[in-house]
């Protein structure tokens, strides 16, 4: 069984099979925490904080 997803701006739950929204950046997606947000608005409050060259996200559905 997978781990739920909270989104790491809001840290609202993400449902099961939801649409979310993944930082395309490695440093992002690398270890133990990966970035998930539940919507694009979420993932554009973290960019700024990150300092990201060339920020772009990913949608995916949850499985």
Do not use: D
Not at 1 to 8: G, I
Not at 24 to 40: D, I, M, P, W
């Amino acid at each position: 069984m997978a781990a739920p997803l909270v989104c790491a701006t809001c840290r609202k739950a993400i449902a099961a099979g939801a649409t979310y929204v993944r930082c395309s950046v490695a440093s992002c997606n690398t270890g133990r925490q990966k970035l998930v947000f539940c919507n694009a608005k979420c993932w554009q409050a973290h960019v700024p904080t990150a300092r990201h060259r060339k920020a772009a996200y990913v949608e995916e559905n949850g499985a």
